[in-house]
């Protein structure tokens, strides 16, 4: 892999900020560039790198996919403008949705998620803007999994043999590439963004449809949204390094009021990590997998069953798809 980690014993925050400030500024010059907000630690991290290194010559966009968590879109925009980086939120939800219809196949969804944001979201972007540049956090762990064909991220283009600048028009600058999570999230803090923002637990590139298994539509994102809620507002306190909840595709039997329910199955996860390469399930007392059960169940229309994963990475992976 022609991309060379740095490992978080030999980064220096402080420099790593003045050296990708400069090369990034170098890189744009006198033109603009596009940058991609999804409100996720990395892309978040990329958002105030580079609004310390082009100022207004970045126009920072949050693509609101209809994907994302309940009242992520508003809450994302808003925390980015109060550290003074100017977001405009456009409003991606039809064009989504199409793209995933009929489709089931992990990899099939992850392609029309990155065809969506790269060729049709992006790439108009860009055309319209006039900036030849796209920032995005792709870090370290995106690369690695998707060059040893573990799974493909939707945001790992050049390490695929993609020119982008022949395919969609624009050049991509990803000055996270060579951290994992940790360093990231090092590079955060002397960034001086809020806790809340650097030390988030990780997100998927493709939002909540990486947590439904099968077709992803509507209804079945707004299924799994209610299921996070839960999942997030429980397991907030455990020190977890990431925990979701999964929408499976198959409904299995259950019974509700004394009749029977062909409803639902929700699996949970909840890891324990440092830096993704591995992980284990979290050891969560069973009282409070009782708890989540039951608030799923009853808050979650048509859930009638809540598992938790208890294999670990290997041979599991973090993500669901």
Not at 54 to 63: E, Q
Not at 119 to 130: A, H, P
Not at 141 to 146: A, G, I, Q, Y
Not at 163 to 169: R, S
Request: proline share 6%; net charge negative.
């Amino acid at each position: 892999m022609a991309v060379e980690e740095i490992k978080i014993e030999d980064l220096n925050p402080h420099a790593f900020i003045e050296e990708q400030c400069r090369l990034i500024s170098e890189e744009v010059g006198s033109s603009r560039a596009v940058n991609a907000l999804s409100g996720g630690v990395d892309s978040s991290v990329t958002t105030m790198l580079a609004h310390r290194a082009l100022g207004p010559g970045l126009l920072t966009y949050f693509i609101d996919n209809g994907l994302m968590r309940e009242g992520e879109p508003e809450s994302v925009v808003a925390g980015m403008r109060n550290l003074g980086v100017p977001v405009v939120s456009l409003d991606a939800r039809n064009a989504f949705f199409s793209a995933l219809k009929g489709k089931t196949d992990p990899e099939e969804k992850r392609q029309a998620i990155t065809d969506t944001f790269y060729r049709t979201i992006f790439g108009t972007l860009v055309r319209e803007s006039g900036a030849p540049y796209l920032l995005q956090g792709t870090i370290y762990t995106d690369v690695e999994e998707t060059v040893a064909g573990i799974k493909r991220q939707h945001n790992i283009l050049a390490q695929l043999g993609i020119d982008t600048e022949k395919a969609y028009g624009y050049k991509v600058i990803e000055p996270l590439i060579r951290l994992r999570k940790p360093g990231v999230r090092a590079v955060g803090k002397a960034l001086g963004m809020p806790e809340n923002m650097y030390k988030r637990p990780p997100f998927p590139g493709p939002a909540l449809a990486a947590r439904v298994i099968g077709e992803v539509t509507p209804e079945r994102i707004a299924l799994v949204r209610k299921a996070t809620v839960v999942v997030e507002e429980e397991l907030e306190g455990v020190g977890a390094f990431q925990f979701m909840a999964i929408l499976h595709e198959d409904r299995v039997t259950g019974m509700r009021n004394g009749k029977r329910e062909y409803g639902f199955q929700i699996e949970v996860r909840c890891w324990d990590s440092q830096d993704a390469v591995t992980a284990a399930p979290t050891r969560l007392a069973f009282d409070l997998l009782l708890k989540l059960a039951g608030r799923i169940t009853s808050e979650v229309p048509g859930v009638v069953s809540v598992t938790y994963n208890i294999t670990p990475k290997p041979p599991s992976t973090i993500e669901a798809l």
